[in-house]
């Protein structure tokens, strides 16, 4: 499989806008890779758009995809779908208000997250609704896994309640990545298909020090509740026995730039942290 980091940030760009810390600032005089937008990616073999942040017009254009078959979310934080209007961007013939021949994307999920998704409103309504009446997508929900072209997905739910999240299994012709960029707490590691990964890309989780305003995460923090820290994570990847390990989602409060990550992956064999336009085979 052949996959393209479209963002690798997180919940806030980097730079983020108005701020003048290290960071950011390094990020606006360099750009890529210190530039971090939003969380996406993209397989090139069946052409599946993983999300869509704000950003996801910029990294497709960037990315020169020329071509989207199927979109997935893996859950509906703002950060991931708040680029959803995309698909109209792609598809729509201004002078029917509907879609082009051969421009309808697919959306792909799983049957509760459809079912949450069409509580995501504009003024108008239903924005998964508007979305099908004007024939830019189709949908097609299924239970735990679905096979997209030459690429068989399951689809692992992680139990946090109403708090819905998908981790997906991408698995062809041998090779398997998992897929689990964001609020991956608690993981099923004990479901058979995340074992032995050839590729594993997840967030890294928090780091607990050298943080901005020298922070420390209390104990009760919000953010423990959906993360694992950064060494909790690579405990557990070694626990699935996951070969190679990709680091998204990368924040812009963890107060690192990409000569700190390529530092630090300099210490391990199997890591590496992701930058907006990567690309890698699995």
Same mark, same amino acid.
């Given at each position: /499989?052949?996959v393209?980091?479209l963002g690798s940030? $997180?919940? /806030?760009v980097i730079?983020?806008?108005?701020?003048?810390?290290? &960071?950011c600032s390094?990020?606006?005089?360099? $750009?890529?890779?210190y530039?971090r937008? $939003?969380p996406s990616a993209f397989i090139h073999d069946?052409?599946?758009?993983?999300?869509t942040p704000a950003?996801?017009?910029?990294?497709l254009?960037?990315?020169?995809i020329?071509?989207?078959?199927n =979109? /997935?979310f893996t859950h =509906?934080d703002?950060?991931?779908i708040?680029?959803?209007r995309v698909?109209? +961007?792609?598809a729509l013939?201004?002078?029917?208000w +509907?879609?082009?021949?051969?421009?309808?994307? @697919?959306?792909?999920l799983?049957?509760p =997250? /459809?079912?949450? *998704?069409? %509580?995501?409103?504009s003024?108008?309504?239903s *924005?998964?609704d508007y979305?099908v009446?004007?024939?830019?997508?189709t949908c097609v929900?299924?239970?735990?896994?679905?096979v &997209?072209?030459d690429i068989?997905?399951?689809?692992?739910p992680v139990?946090r309640g109403?708090?819905l999240s998908?981790?997906?299994?991408f698995e062809k012709a041998g090779r398997?990545?998992?897929?689990?960029?964001c609020?991956?707490?608690?993981?099923p590691?004990?479901h058979?298909?995340?074992?032995?990964?050839d590729?594993?890309?997840? +967030?890294?989780?928090?780091?607990?020090?050298k *943080? @901005?305003?020298?922070?420390?995460y209390?104990?009760d923090h919000?953010?423990?509740?959906t993360?694992?820290?950064?060494?909790?994570?690579l405990? *557990?990847?070694? @626990?699935?026995q996951?070969?190679?390990?990709?680091?998204?989602?990368?924040e812009?409060y963890w %107060?690192?730039s990409?000569?700190?990550?390529?530092a630090?992956?300099n210490?391990?064999? %199997?890591? @590496?942290f992701?930058?907006?336009g990567m +690309?890698l085979s699995?």
């Open positions: /499989m052949d393209t980091i940030g $997180g919940c /806030m730079p983020k806008p108005l701020c003048d810390c290290r &960071i390094e990020a606006r005089k360099k $750009g890529v890779p530039e937008t $939003g069946e052409n599946i758009l993983i999300d950003e996801i017009s910029i990294q254009n960037r990315a020169h020329m071509q989207v078959d =979109l /997935m =509906l703002p950060d991931h708040e680029g959803f698909v109209e +961007q792609i013939d201004f002078r029917t +509907q879609a082009f021949p051969g421009k309808q994307i @697919r959306l792909i799983p049957v =997250l /459809m079912d949450q *998704l069409r %509580n995501v409103q003024a108008y309504g *924005l998964l979305y009446a004007q024939k830019f997508i929900s299924f239970k735990d896994s679905i &997209i072209g068989r997905v399951t689809a692992i139990d109403e708090m998908f981790i997906y299994v398997k990545m998992v897929y689990a960029p609020d991956i707490r608690p993981f590691e004990n058979e298909k995340v074992a032995r990964p590729l594993f890309v997840v +967030q890294p989780g928090l780091f607990e020090k *943080l @901005r305003h020298g922070f420390i209390p104990t919000i953010s423990r509740t993360l694992y820290t950064f060494e909790e994570t405990a *557990l990847a070694e @626990r699935i996951a070969d190679q390990i990709l680091f998204v989602h990368l812009e %107060n690192r990409h000569s700190d990550y390529a630090l992956q210490q391990f064999e %199997n890591v @590496r992701a930058w907006d +690309q699995v």
